[in-house]
T-cell receptor, first 116, second 113 residues
């Protein structure tokens, strides 16, 4: 199998609040999950890599305390945007490695976050 | 060294025409080169991928051409259709270790009916 469910698909939150985004591999165990951020009409920028049971590895320039990643099981990774601000508004996409997906990766359908 | 340069930024093609998107990389350690298609508000979906041991790979209307010496690869979409209108991303990775993808900047393709 190779299905990744990302939830919610969109969320609007007030500035200063925190938002959690879930990424679940539905029919396979994901050894590694990745979190990307995409601004309108721009490329996907890798934010962090997470392996089950260990701390996430963040890319340079990504604030660890701002974007909390938890990979508590082989089927679930969460991204929490803490104390969100309007500049955090973006499209967040997860991908999971494992399963029978072509190329070994499956991307979630993304979460549109709008901070007002 | 970690960048993947993609061109053009946008492309308009008539129905039935050939769409060509190019990418170039610097890191010779990259050994896996996928192309992804993304529709607005959706996650990317794998189209086709190639490894450096072959110079061309074809799947249906999609062909990847790979030039190892020039460190370039391209996507050709034959008989382009309006349904192909989307954003296309090339990517590169080292298929071991962290398996991280480095994405190109994207090409917005519009196929006119």
């Amino acid at each position: 199998g190779a299905v990744v469910s990302q939830h919610p698909s969109w969320v609007i939150c007030k500035s200063g609040t925190s938002v959690k985004i879930e990424c679940r591999s539905l029919d396979f165990q994901a050894t590694t999950m990745f979190w990307y951020r995409q601004f309108p009409k721009q490329s996907l920028m890798l934010m962090a890599t997470s392996n089950e049971g260990s701390k996430a590895t963040y890319e340079q320039g990504v604030e660890k305390d701002k974007f909390l990643i938890n990979h508590a099981s082989l089927t679930l990774s969460t991204l929490t945007v803490t104390s969100a601000h309007p500049e955090d508004s973006s499209f967040y996409i997860c991908s999971a490695r494992g399963g029978s997906a072509r190329g070994g990766y499956t991307f979630g359908s993304g979460t549109r976050l709008t901070v007002v | 060294q970690q960048q993947v340069k993609q061109s053009p930024q946008s492309l308009i093609v008539q129905k039935g025409g050939i769409s060509i998107i190019n990418c170039a990389y610097e890191n010779t350690a990259f050994d896996y080169f996928p192309w992804y298609q993304q529709f607005p508000g959706k996650g990317p979906a794998l189209l086709i991928a190639i490894r450096p041991d072959v110079s061309e790979k074809k799947e249906g209307r999609f062909t990847i051409s790979f030039n190892k010496s020039a460190k370039q690869f391209s996507l050709h979409i034959m008989d382009s259709q309006p349904g192909d209108s989307a954003t296309y991303f090339c990517a590169a990775s080292i298929d071991s270790g962290t398996y991280k993808y480095i994405f190109g900047t994207g090409t917005r393709l519009k196929v006119l009916a």
